[in-house]
């Protein structure tokens, strides 16, 4: 204290000299101002050829597309990489990061399930607030699990020793770089090159944490800046402790933000871990509390080590072995006979070059509130959530603050390799061993916006069937979940969100399940038993629709599809016949009348194949003439369905009883609907559910399986989907399935498998042993009911791509979208006063949710 006054005393001496001002800066040089800047290596970015130039050292950063899932294949390349591609003794690091600045993202996504109407901002503003604070806390469940959102990065850094940064030095790494993208290409890891910016926010994220931040810090680089000036922020205080560093961070108003960041190590290599098992290091699949809640990064770095010296040292080391172990001294340390055999081993595999020894370090830092109580459960939560993977891992003493720098790109090859190596902080194994250690599976994020539905591993993540990237033929998806898993909870809000979007849909219910939906919407209702249809409506070109018309009536005729080609191409004449005559006035009668007049006329007298078949089509078409048992459904002047109509739930359940009117209505409504589909503006999204499908969809006739198929594949072209629903996987999929049940399940590019009864899904999975793994089994058995976990689980299949989801909704989606009577009979009660649909719904959430949205609504408030 006494030197620090003394200086101060000096410079104030020199300042009030005339010629003071440079003893003034000589007296400041001499005070020594500890500053975390002059630990980063960054200085300078080439737009060019996309390196960063360092203090000594030129290289690259890569933003890679974690991996989703992975297999032997993309383990092999990844060690070919490794081994082969890369320079030796040169090393490379992996950091992924799970972050909580999910903000921007997140306003984004749900950006495309905007509330509208009347309070529209204030809904939206509760519903961002839900998800804002699943993100700081996490999501309220019975279940206690740790349920959050995060989003997973990936980033991957290499550079190497340059004095100055000459030509040759670029041409190398930029070569390097190529070779690195085409392996991690090869491997399914998609990458971009990053920026000057985009590694200045990433450092400045990391070393600048806040436990409790959604939105990242806006850095920006200027033209004349040196990178690492921009990546800490001036306000940050480090105080480095034994078991962890504290980062204390004062925003404009003064508050103090401080965070616990704490470093957990490999403590050896595991006896077993591929590199499919790395997701579970986040969360584990099968046990959901063994989750890392706290965000996180996990840094791995590795060299391949030089190859003759480890071929010698691999000899030494085997002959010194081989030679105790037939010695006294095997007596007494029977285990040198087994490393004797493993140095053989792996002296034999370096010397094909069938592998390499390669030197990692690995290592977990983890941020959360700056209380002894927040560190424990962190603390727990990641080294419990690696042991259950087979993974020791320790926090060193004394040894956090360079476990916590040691996150950042690019510091490695400045100095701090050489550190780590020197402090015993790595570990060494064959480079198989090591790949499969790689921090390169996260899980899937499906698209940008959507239905907000996380991630088994709490990745943020956004469903929408007419969203990009996710690899999907077509827009249909087929769910199935045993009752009270959540299908109708899933269905609801894309339903409701293609209304938003301008579009129109139309829902096949079976039990008033849509009733309470369709009201809330402003909908329209109708009865299966009121429907009117006439199959002539809205036809404006026979030759274009004749043949639409001919098999609906083909259908109405032969339920189980007995007609044969004769018997369509009379029953196409009738058709044509009675259009020419009536054109849109034409009814079922008049095509009975034209075939009738067809049997009698004299040309086929001596044909009785022909009148026998036109007497057939006649006697099985006479029950839906205007004189017939189901004349009023068919012969309508007024059909049921108008083009004016935005929503259409059509309640059949009082079909039941009818099989053979209720296949007859299904077929002529999914004709009605693709006809719809087809003639409106391919802009406009379309939608067609079909709940229950197992009972809507028990056709035994062929023709119309393949009209179902051919229509679930081609209304994509219209921005048309179809969303089928069944309470069983075997209604979709098994031997004695209905054609057009399979037809919806093969043409359904989403997959949904919610809860499935036990007994059930185990015979499926006997019949059918290849259609899910052991491991989707298991994840599937575990899956609980909606209302007893307060979400839904499920597991998404696009083409070959798996991922498990949970579905959370907010209070007033959860009222909005509610069938439970109760609840029904109190929004209709408030809308036969006159009340706003938002009015009510609002209502109901307050009444069944109180306490949820009084802190939902301050949330809101204070955002």
């Not at 495309?112 to 469940?141: C, L």
């Not at 600048?208 to 004349?224: C, I, M, S, T, W």
């Not at 000036?229 to 103090?256: F, H, N, T």
């Amino acid at each position: 204290m006494k030197k620090f006054l003394n200086v101060l005393e000096n410079l104030q001496n020199a300042f009030r000299m005339p010629d003071g001002a440079s003893e003034m800066t000589r007296n400041l040089a001499s005070l020594d101002f500890p500053q975390l800047t002059s630990v980063l290596p960054y200085r300078d970015y080439d737009r060019d050829s996309g390196l960063f130039v360092n203090r000594s050292t030129v290289g690259f950063l890569l933003r890679a597309e974690p991996l989703i899932g992975a297999n032997e294949q993309i383990v092999y390349v990844l060690e070919d990489l490794i081994k082969s591609k890369l320079p030796r003794k040169t090393p490379i690091s992996f950091h992924l990061v799970s972050s909580k600045l999910i903000g921007d993202q997140l306003d984004r996504g749900l950006s495309e399930f905007r509330w509208q109407g009347k309070h529209a901002d204030k809904f939206n503003r509760i519903t961002r607030a839900y998800y804002q604070r699943a993100a700081q806390q996490q999501f309220n469940s019975p279940t206690g699990l740790p349920l959050t959102l995060r989003d997973y990065r990936l980033y991957i850094s290499y550079c190497v020793k340059a004095k100055k940064r000459t030509a040759a030095v670029m041409t190398e790494v930029a070569h390097t770089l190529k070779v690195l993208r085409s392996s991690l290409d090869a491997a399914k890891i998609y990458t971009q090159a990053a920026d000057d910016q985009e590694l200045a926010t990433l450092v400045h994220g990391m070393l600048n944490a806040r436990h409790d931040q959604l939105y990242p810090d806006e850095v920006r680089v200027g033209k004349f800046d040196e990178l690492h000036q921009r990546c800490v922020d001036q306000r940050i205080g480090i105080d480095v402790r034994p078991d962890d560093v504290l980062i204390s961070l004062a925003d404009r108003q003064g508050s103090v933000t401080s965070t616990r960041a704490m470093n957990f190590m490999l403590e050896n290599n595991p006896d077993m871990f591929m590199l499919w098992m790395g997701g579970d290091n986040l969360s584990n699949l099968l046990s959901p509390d063994l989750t890392i809640a706290s965000p996180f990064v996990i840094t791995m770095v590795m060299e391949a080590e030089d190859q003759v010296a480890t071929q010698g040292e691999a000899t030494r080391k085997y002959l010194d072995r081989e030679k105790k172990a037939n010695s006294p001294y095997a007596t007494l340390f029977p285990g040198v006979a087994k490393q004797a055999k493993e140095w053989k081993e792996i002296r034999e595999h370096l010397n094909s070059n069938q592998t390499c020894i390669v030197r990692y370090y690995y290592n977990v830092t983890t941020f959360c509130p700056d209380t002894d109580e927040d560190a424990l459960v962190c603390e727990q939560q990641v080294i419990n959530t690696f042991k259950k993977n087979g993974i020791d891992l320790f926090s060193p003493t004394y040894m956090q603050f360079r476990n916590w720098i040691a996150m950042i790109p690019f510091i490695h090859a400045e100095g701090l390799w050489e550190d780590i190596k020197m402090g015993g902080a790595t570990c060494r194994a064959e480079s198989i061993q090591a790949v499969n250690l790689l921090p390169v599976v996260a899980d899937n994020r499906l698209c940008q916006g959507g239905l907000l539905t996380p991630s088994y591993r709490n990745q943020l993540a956004f469903l929408d069937i007419y969203g990009d990237g996710m690899g999907n033929t077509n827009y249909n998806m087929a769910v199935t979940g045993t009752s009270g898993a959540g299908k109708t909870g899933l269905v609801q809000p894309i339903l409701r969100s293609v209304l938003d979007s301008g579009g129109i849909a139309w829902v096949f219910d079976m039990g008033d399940g849509y009733k309470s939906f369709c009201e809330n919407v402003g909908g329209t209702y109708l009865d299966g038993k009121s429907l009117k249809f006439n199959p002539f409506a809205n036809i404006s070109n026979i030759n274009e629709s004749g043949e639409r018309i001919r098999d609906q009536l083909a259908v109405l005729a032969s339920p189980n599809g007995t007609l044969d080609e004769v018997h369509h191409s009379l029953l196409l004449r009738g058709v044509q016949e009675a259009w020419e005559a009536h054109k849109e006035k034409a009814r079922i009668d008049h095509v009975v009348q034209k075939l009738t007049a067809i049997r009698e006329d004299d040309k086929y007298q001596n044909s009785p194949g022909i009148t026998n078949r036109l007497d057939e089509i006649i006697e099985l078409l006479g029950k839906y003439c205007s004189w017939g048992i189901y004349g009023e459904y068919f012969n309508s002047d007024e059909p049921s369905l108008t083009d004016d109509a935005r929503f259409i739930v059509l309640e059949l359940g009082g079909l039941q009883d009818k099989p053979d009117l209720l296949v007859a209505v299904m077929f002529s409504l999914i004709i009605y609907i693709e006809d719809k589909m087809y003639r409106t503006p391919r802009s406009l999204k379309k939608c067609c559910t079909i709940d229950e499908g197992w009972k809507l969809l028990n056709f035994k006739n062929e023709k119309v399986g393949q009209f179902i198929e051919t229509g679930y594949r081609t209304v994509r072209r219209h921005r048309g989907a179809f969303i089928t629903i069944s309470q069983n996987i075997k209604d979709f999929d098994a031997d004695d399935a209905s054609g057009a049940a399979k037809a919806a399940w093969g043409n359904s590019a989403f997959k949904v498998v919610l809860k499935q009864d036990a007994s059930e899904f185990k015979q499926y999975n006997q019949n059918r042993p290849n259609q899910f793994s052991e491991l989707e089994r298991s994840v599937i058995s575990k899956f609980g009911d909606a209302k007893d976990q307060w979400f839904s689980s499920f597991m998404l299949r696009i083409n070959d791509t798996c991922s498990f989801h949970r579905l959370f909704v907010d209070p007033l989606s959860r009222a909005m979208f509610s069938s439970k009577g109760d609840d029904f009979e109190f929004i209709h009660q408030c809308r036969e006063q006159n009340m706003d649909i938002h009015d009510a719904v609002y209502q109901l959430a307050q009444r069944n949710f109180p306490d949820e949205m009084r802190e939902l609504e301050a949330l809101a408030e204070a955002a």
